[in-house]
């Protein structure tokens, strides 16, 4: 029985360190970007945009193409850094624990 004790005492504090990494990606802000910084897109570490860049001489009605395809690629690097984020923030949490194949986190 003492065994369950410590273990549902180690659940517990997961449970409270896995909030506190909730909180830490709802406050996050990661940028990134395309077209050499001409196209930026924020983005908070739980994927939500929060603000769009874009270099006024992008704005030009015949380079409607370019400027779509810059802004889903600065959507897309902005992805990729906020998906890092989530994994160092999870490494920190869990640090040596290993999950069973298959289990992703957060959940």
């Known amino acids: 029985m003492k065994n369950l004790g410590q273990m549902m005492k180690q659940a517990q504090e997961v449970q409270t360190k896995m909030q506190e990494m909730q909180d830490r990606l709802a406050e996050a802000e990661l940028t990134g970007a395309s077209g050499g910084?001409?196209?930026?897109?924020?983005?908070?570490?739980?994927?939500?945009?929060?603000?769009?860049?874009?270099?006024?001489?992008?704005?030009?009605?015949?380079?409607?193409?370019?400027?779509?395809?810059?802004?889903?690629?600065?959507?897309?690097d902005a992805k990729q850094k906020v998906d890092a984020f989530t994994q160092e923030e999870t490494q920190k949490i869990m640090g040596g624990l290993q999950l069973p194949p298959g289990v992703k986190l957060p959940f």
Do not use: F
Request: proline share 5%.
């Open 37 to 76: 910084g001409m196209v930026s897109i924020t983005m908070t570490g739980k994927g939500e945009v929060r603000r769009v860049d874009i270099d006024p001489s992008l704005v030009v009605p015949d380079d409607k193409e370019v400027l779509e395809d810059l802004i889903a690629a600065a959507v897309n």
